[in-house]
């Protein structure tokens, strides 16, 4: 590959994600999950612990649909593994330490996620990207 070519990648792969490089948005996923992993270590009111999961739980998800790339020619947007896993397995967590109240504020949360994403594929819709 021509010295060009790489920095030409380079900068796509910059104009591409933005300020959220996807090892940053890592960073953060694993930093919210560790917070997740720590919340019934705070012993919270139930009410309290549950505003704190469902929180987390929303981080998680804005940082993967933060990076994500949304297309037209796909049902769902795409988004690195690693991000995307953050999230996957906060779920299991979730579930498991916090049981209804984890179950729920996730399902909440992906509901909104759900949410986000079809708002944003609408939108891709009214505003087609003009071929270069």
């Known amino acids: 590959m021509h010295t060009r070519n790489v920095n030409t990648a380079a900068q796509a792969s910059s104009e591409r994600w933005g300020k959220n490089q996807p090892d940053d948005v890592v960073t953060q996923q694993r930093a919210l999950f560790t917070?997740?992993?720590?919340?019934?270590?705070?012993?919270?009111?139930?009410?309290a612990e549950a505003q704190?999961?469902?929180?987390?739980?929303?981080?998680?998800?804005?940082?993967?649909?933060?990076?994500?790339?949304?297309?037209?020619?796909?049902?769902?947007?795409?988004?690195?593994?690693?991000?995307?896993?953050?999230w996957l397995d906060a779920k299991k967590l979730a579930v498991h330490l916090y049981a209804g109240t984890g179950a729920g504020a996730w399902e909440c949360v992906r509901n909104k996620l759900e949410e986000d994403i079809t708002f944003a594929r609408e939108l891709l819709q009214l505003n087609p990207a003009e071929d270069a």
Do not use: C
């Open 35 to 47: 917070q997740l992993a720590g919340v019934w270590n705070l012993q919270l009111t139930l009410e």
């Open 52 to 86: 704190e999961v469902f929180r987390l739980l929303r981080a998680l998800a804005d940082n993967a649909f933060s990076i994500a790339v949304m297309e037209d020619s796909r049902i769902h947007p795409l988004t690195a593994k690693q991000v995307i896993q953050y």
